[in-house]
């Protein structure tokens, strides 16, 4: 079993900046391919931003050149640097693995003036 746990959410002003964490616990030795996902209300869950270790990380068109997904010094540790955030980015921001199989319970983010 892998557990996942976010933070960093919260409310910020339209251009402003957020850092999400999230942690993996459990076992945790499989996890090759970690992602960041968000859903908007009445919206579908989309893909943001997706890390396979050792490789260069995707994202979606949406956030290219303001969002970046990085790995921690501890492998089980996965950060989203979200800059020039839009109202648009406004969502529930989930860590999940690549496969989808392990989630996190999600971190709230709002822009708004």
């Known amino acids: 079993q892998v557990q996942l746990a976010e933070s960093g959410g919260g409310s910020v002003q339209p251009g402003g900046s957020l850092r999400l964490s999230c942690a993996a616990s459990g076992y945790t030795a499989w996890i090759t391919c970690m992602a960041w996902f968000r859903q908007a209300p009445g919206t579908e869950r989309e893909g943001v931003a997706f890390?396979?270790?050792?490789?260069?990380?995707t994202y979606a068109d949406s956030v290219k050149g303001r969002f970046t997904i990085s790995q921690g010094n501890a492998k089980n540790t996965v950060y989203l640097q979200m800059n020039s955030l839009k109202a648009e980015d406004t969502a529930i921001y989930y860590c999940a693995t690549c496969d989808k199989k392990y989630w996190g319970q999600g971190t709230q983010v709002t822009v708004s003036s």
């Open positions: 890390i396979s270790y050792g490789a260069t990380p």
